[in-house]
């Protein structure tokens, strides 16, 4: 049997963010297929406890200590600001993920995959087998996208250095490997046109609709979100919701509701939800019984990159989503039929207080958009064609 080294910088588990539920459906997905898989990652202290998770989605695992983080870390992350590097390439460097990958690579693996583009810092270069990178997003283009909506010229001038040094890292990368797998058809072409990858092939975003089974959406003025609250692009999208949305909503619903459902909610975000209705619950073991029966849920976000997997999770639980247009960016969905689309703050609070009024609407957003999921998003699919990319590059 062939063997595929697939190299992570992040830890798989809990599977509470967007890159870790696609990269652990991938990797289930080629579980029992055409390779061995070696999963090379950090872990923290308390990975044991997840053995079946990992069990499930390789045959061998190898780690590195994961990195510990404290309060502070996004301050002394700073530090790199001056760096050739992009500062969340510069603090994914680490020589002891770099040992285990050398490592590994000298036992001459038949393909080695590296997940997330700052992960390549961690390879040597050139890379001594055949090798494929697993983008999540276009990252320049997240870096470009919050400078424009940041109005403090300070912060927009280091968000335009970052995104210049994310750019020539990004390119660099996206030339080096075999192959590029991206993660839609709109990222694919970004990345030919604008970075001159030789070799892009996009899978098709996928949900486990086992897993999330379907609940008509409820009758209640009830919204939710779920995401990280410590990633940028989601705590942009929930400042904007506290600030200029959610005053609407209630302006129209008294009663209505917002659970803002992921794990470090700032202090602040808690002070400025609670007289509006909004909870913060943070990290949840399933967001199922907060999603469940929900009368709407939103997707507020300005910034951000590839495509977002808790849309079509949303869509197979069965709320009606409101979202802006970059909020379901790269996915196969058409508005008015699979979620109503609002790109500024009146049109996004008006969407939410129709899906709430208006129980026909509700109904029949949540169906079809649950039938397309079913039909069109299988995690199997795209498992299916990563596995082809990777036979591809192997000769």
């Known amino acids: 049997m062939r063997r ?183 990222d694919a072409d970004t990345f030919r046109e604008r970075f001159g990858a030789p070799n892009v092939r996009a899978i098709p975003t996928g949900v486990d609709t086992d897993l999330h089974a379907y609940e008509p959406p409820g009758d209640e003025d009830t919204a939710v979100f779920t995401g990280a609250l410590d990633w940028h692009a989601n705590a942009d999208g929930i400042s904007w919701l506290l600030d200029e949305i959610w005053p609407r909503v209630r302006e129209r619903r008294s009663n209505a509701r917002l659970v803002v459902v992921g794990r470090n909610p700032p202090r602040s975000f808690v002070e400025r939800g609670e007289p509006l209705g909004v909870t913060f619950p943070g990290f949840v073991d399933s967001i199922h019984p907060y999603v469940h029966g929900a009368g709407a849920y939103v997707i507020p976000l300005r910034v951000g990159g590839g495509t977002r997997i808790k849309a079509y999770e949303a869509m197979a639980l069965g709320p009606p989503v409101v979202s802006t247009a970059l909020g379901v960016e790269g996915l196969d969905v058409r508005p008015d039929d699979h979620y109503l689309r609002a790109d500024d703050a009146a049109a996004f609070a008006d969407a939410v207080c129709r899906v709430f009024e208006d129980r026909a609407l509700r109904e029949g957003l949540s169906q079809r958009a649950r039938e397309h999921v079913v039909e069109s998003c299988s995690y199997r699919r795209a498992a299916r064609v990563f596995e082809e990319i990777c036979e591809s590059v192997t000769g």
């Not at 050398?102 to 890379?127: C, G, N, S, W």
């Open 4 to 186: 595929l080294l697939f190299v992570s910088p992040r830890f798989l588990f809990p599977a509470d963010e967007g890159g870790k539920i696609r990269t652990g459906q991938v990797l289930r997905g080629l579980a029992g297929g055409t390779f061995h898989v070696t999963l090379a990652s950090p872990a923290p202290p308390d990975a044991a406890s997840f053995r079946g998770d990992i069990e499930r989605v390789c045959d061998e695992f190898v780690t590195w200590p994961e990195p510990q983080r404290g309060r502070l870390f996004g301050l002394t992350r700073m530090r790199h600001l001056a760096g050739r590097e992009p500062i969340p390439v510069a603090t994914d460097r680490n020589r002891e993920a770099e040992a285990v990958v050398r490592r590994e690579l000298e036992k001459k693996p038949d393909v080695v995959v590296i997940d997330f583009v700052h992960a390549a810092i961690l390879a040597p270069d050139p890379l001594p087998a055949p090798s494929v990178l697993f983008t999540h997003n276009v990252e320049t283009e997240i870096f470009a996208r919050q400078v424009e909506v940041t109005k403090d010229p300070v912060r927009r001038a280091i968000w335009r250095d970052q995104m210049r040094k994310m750019e020539a890292f990004e390119r660099d990368a996206a030339r080096r490997f075999d192959a590029l797998v991206a993660v839609s058809e709109r």
